[in-house]
């Protein structure tokens, strides 16, 4: 058995890597009219949202992706994506409600920009083909009530992810 990684060491990992970044900075390319940038609430980060953005028009949800080494570093360029979030009850993917889903490569400052509702689409489309060719990697978490659920990605080349990505 793989060994399980506790939520609450996963989340606190993701919360300081966040608090050391420029988020309003890495997203200005994308949203450049926007006015505030806050940590979304406890409520709103388990429905999928990490951060939110406030815009002219309103507000929108962003779930963070950090990863510390970018792959292109590496002579390779692919993104994380997740195809299953928890196995076990056979969640998809990237299920929760943010309006957005950004790839934060920790070491080079890169990011990916898509828009979620298009992400899932994107991925119902290629989830079988990728599930043959591509090769998956498991990721067992704990709770601390004990319970444990595995969520599945599969490392998609940029160049197919770049048909839905919003240019910077």
Not at 138 to 166: D, M, W
Request: hydrophobic share 40%; proline share 5%.
């Amino acid at each position: 058995m793989k060994t399980a990684i506790p939520f609450e060491k996963r989340l606190r990992k993701s919360l300081e890597d966040s608090a050391k970044l420029p988020l309003q900075d890495l997203l200005r390319p994308y949203f450049p009219d926007a006015r505030q940038l806050e940590l979304a609430a406890p409520e709103l980060d388990r429905r999928g949202v990490d951060v939110v953005l406030t815009l002219p028009g309103g507000k929108v949800g962003i779930d963070l992706k950090l990863l510390s080494r970018d792959p292109r570093r590496f002579r390779r360029d692919t993104i994380p994506i997740e195809l299953y979030s928890v196995k076990e009850a056979d969640r998809k993917g990237y299920s929760g409600e943010a309006d957005y889903v950004m790839w934060v490569y920790l070491d080079t400052r890169r990011t990916v920009l898509v828009r979620r509702v298009e992400l899932v689409s994107f991925i119902d489309e290629f989830r079988e083909e990728w599930a043959v060719f591509l090769e998956e990697r498991e990721q067992t978490t704990v709770l601390a009530n004990g319970f444990r659920y595995t969520s599945i990605h599969c490392n998609v080349p940029h160049k197919v992810i770049r048909r839905i990505k919003i240019a910077a």
